[in-house]
């Protein structure tokens, strides 16, 4: 069994920044895809960003780019999610998803391709 855990999300005002972190435990894969995926209030949960935990390669949606870096730390064994320049459009449940790698393609933009999830860390940006 596979358990994420985030943390980091909080209260923070337009232009601000945070830093949102998932550490994996339980079973492990030899080579990872691990994802953020986010859902605010009254939406659909919605990609965010991956990272390949082999080679570091990373994927981040088009309306966060230049905001939103994703980065792993294997020495931590954790992934992180740095927000900067947070707008009130960001407000949502984060959440840290995880598969098995089984190609070099990290395009997995898509719920049904994570089959392990967290339960979310809260982001609220006020104007």
């Known amino acids: 069994q596979v358990q994420l855990v985030e943390s980091g999300g909080g209260l923070v005002q337009a232009g601000d920044s945070l830093r949102l972190s998932c550490v994996p435990s339980?079973?492990?894969?030899?080579?990872?895809?691990m994802a953020w995926f986010r859902q605010a209030p009254g939406e659909t949960r919605e990609f965010v960003a991956v990272?390949?935990?082999?080679?570091?390669?990373?994927y981040v949606r088009r309306s966060v780019k230049g905001r939103f870096i994703v980065s792993k730390d294997n020495t931590n064994n954790t992934m992180y999610l740095q927000m900067n320049d947070l707008k009130p459009e960001d407000t949502a449940v984060y959440y840290c998803?995880?598969?098995?790698?089984?190609?070099?393609?990290?395009?997995?933009?898509?719920?049904?391709?994570?089959?392990?999830w967290g339960l979310g860390t809260r982001v609220t940006v006020s104007t």
């Open positions: 990272v390949a935990w082999d080679d570091g390669s990373t």
């Open positions: 998803a995880a598969r098995e790698a089984t190609t070099n393609n990290i395009y997995y933009t898509e719920e049904p391709s994570y089959p392990h």
């Open positions: 339980g079973r492990t894969f030899s080579s990872w895809h």
